[in-house]
């Protein structure tokens, strides 16, 4: 795993954008993993800025996200499609159809499930994931004790990942319990993948990516097995490592 430590927020979420811009203007067609939580917000408004100032185009992109919670919809303002639409999508006016986000609203889950990773995989699979990371070591909404062999499936969150994202929900609005996710293998399948860290609460998770044993217990540990992955992350977050 490449390293490339930085100073604060502001300098991680420059580096992963200039990235992120550079590879989608090299290539003819693309497909970008997103993911969401505090941590990438200032990556997306780096991209915002880019696409007013330098007019990269989005028409040859396709974007996938990681995970969506059970029993939102888009219209939801805490749903995951919801964040995209307002801190990403609509500004690069990427067309709707060329956006993927798993539908938390399925009758059925399950099936779901196996619908977001069929089309992921028709379409070529991930060229570049953007990932962050739980203060637990999660990525995606994999948990510990996640298999490394899953692909995108249910998930009854832990009471750590709820607190930890109790804050982006009013009180007036049930927390969702649940996720779908894709999967460790389906977020290893992708061709190169870049994780953010920045401030203290990632010192734990980030020692533990860099310095423990490979384990499903901790669910980062698995980009190790992976050839192409890029850690961005500031000083704080690697204050431990
Ligand atoms: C959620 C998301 C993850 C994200 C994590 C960390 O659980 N499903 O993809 O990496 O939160 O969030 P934050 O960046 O807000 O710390």
Request: proline share 5%; aromatic share 6%; charged share 15%.
């Given at each position: 795993?490449?390293?490339?430590?930085?100073?604060?927020?502001?300098?991680?979420s420059k580096v992963a954008a200039a990235y992120i811009?550079?590879?989608?203007?090299?290539?003819?067609?693309?497909?970008?993993?997103?993911?969401?939580?505090?941590?990438?917000?200032?990556?997306?408004?780096?991209?915002?800025?880019?696409?007013?100032?330098?007019?990269?185009?989005?028409?040859?992109?396709?974007?996938?996200?990681?995970?969506?919670?059970?029993?939102?919809?888009?219209?939801?303002?805490?749903?995951?499609?919801?964040?995209?639409?307002?801190h990403l999508f609509q500004a690069i006016n990427i067309?709707?159809?060329?956006?993927?986000?798993?539908?938390?609203?399925?009758?059925?889950?399950?099936?779901?499930?196996?619908?977001?990773?069929?089309?992921?995989?028709?379409?070529?699979?991930?060229?570049?994931?953007?990932?962050?990371?739980?203060?637990?070591?999660?990525?995606?909404?994999?948990?510990?004790?996640?298999?490394?062999?899953?692909?995108?499936?249910?998930?009854?969150?832990?009471?750590?990942?709820?607190?930890?994202?109790?804050r982006y929900f009013p009180p007036s609005k049930k927390?969702?319990?649940?996720?779908?996710?894709?999967?460790?293998?389906?977020?290893?399948?992708?061709?190169?993948?870049?994780?953010?860290?920045?401030?203290?609460?990632?010192?734990?998770?980030?020692?533990?990516?860099?310095?423990?044993?490979?384990?499903?217990?901790?669910?980062?540990?698995?980009?190790?097995?992976?050839?192409?992955?890029?850690?961005?992350?500031?000083?704080?977050?690697?204050?431990?490592?």
């Amino acid at each position: 795993m490449k390293i490339v430590a930085v100073a604060d927020y502001e300098e991680m979420s420059k580096v992963a954008a200039a990235y992120i811009v550079s590879t989608i203007r090299s290539s003819s067609s693309f497909s970008l993993g997103l993911a969401t939580g505090g941590t990438p917000l200032g990556v997306y408004q780096q991209l915002i800025k880019n696409y007013q100032t330098q007019q990269t185009s989005y028409a040859h992109v396709q974007t996938f996200n990681l995970d969506e919670y059970v029993g939102l919809s888009p219209q939801d303002d805490e749903s995951y499609h919801a964040y995209m639409n307002h801190h990403l999508f609509q500004a690069i006016n990427i067309p709707p159809e060329q956006t993927h986000v798993p539908n938390g609203m399925a009758v059925n889950l399950e099936e779901e499930c196996v619908r977001y990773e069929n089309h992921l995989q028709e379409r070529g699979g991930v060229d570049l994931q953007l990932l962050g990371i739980g203060q637990n070591g999660h990525i995606g909404f994999n948990e510990p004790g996640t298999s490394f062999a899953s692909r995108t499936h249910v998930v009854k969150l832990t009471p750590s990942t709820l607190a930890a994202n109790a804050r982006y929900f009013p009180p007036s609005k049930k927390q969702p319990t649940h996720a779908l996710t894709m999967g460790i293998a389906t977020i290893l399948q992708s061709k190169e993948i870049i994780l953010l860290a920045s401030g203290e609460k990632k010192q734990q998770a980030m020692n533990q990516l860099l310095n423990g044993h490979m384990s499903e217990s901790v669910p980062a540990t698995a980009l190790r097995m992976h050839g192409a992955v890029t850690i961005v992350a500031d000083r704080k977050a690697l204050q431990l490592a």
